[in-house]
């Protein structure tokens, strides 16, 4: 969970609208995860990272943009940037099928990764966010950083 840095972060800023970068990552699949965001805003950013030792890429994407979502005030705007197709479409379109037909999917089989989507669906409800897809690993440098942030929490997260 954010820290004091964050609350320090967002009473600085002098517009209430951030952008967030999320990124997850996995090595194997399942296997030691890591997710990374970056909160960029004209005058500054901050960072947010974590591991789980034992998961796969797409819990690792979405625990990203929870992670995020969670960390801003509610009084704030923001637009999450994320490379996974799975998260922006899940959140924006397929979610509203998956809430009426019980989180049962097109192919009636349990919805994967309910838990998280239900928990991304709370805390966004919570909050005013919208979502953009942005091509990975195409050079952008703040999807990169997040990015970096993920494949360096895996690395710590061998290390313990």
């Not at 005030?73 to 979610?95: C, R």
């Amino acid at each position: 969970m954010p820290d004091a840095r964050f609350l320090e972060f967002f009473n600085s800023l002098s517009t209430k609208t951030i952008d967030i970068y999320v990124d997850g990552a996995c090595s194997g699949n399942p296997g030691p995860g890591g997710w990374g965001a970056v909160f960029s805003h004209p005058e500054k950013e901050i960072t947010l990272a974590g591991s789980n030792p034992a998961t796969t890429n797409n819990r690792m994407e979405l625990q990203a943009a929870i992670n995020a979502i969670k960390a801003i005030p509610t009084d704030f705007t923001a637009t999450v940037y994320t490379d996974s197709q799975y998260v922006k479409n899940g959140i924006t379109l397929w979610i509203i099928g998956w809430k009426k037909r019980g989180w049962m999917n097109s192919k009636n089989e349990p919805v994967k990764n309910q838990d998280l989507w239900q928990e991304l669906d709370v805390c966004t409800q919570k909050k005013k966010v919208s979502w953009q897809w942005v091509k990975g690993h195409d050079g952008h440098p703040l999807n990169e950083k997040a990015d970096m942030l993920a494949r360096r929490a895996i690395i710590a997260e061998r290390m313990r």
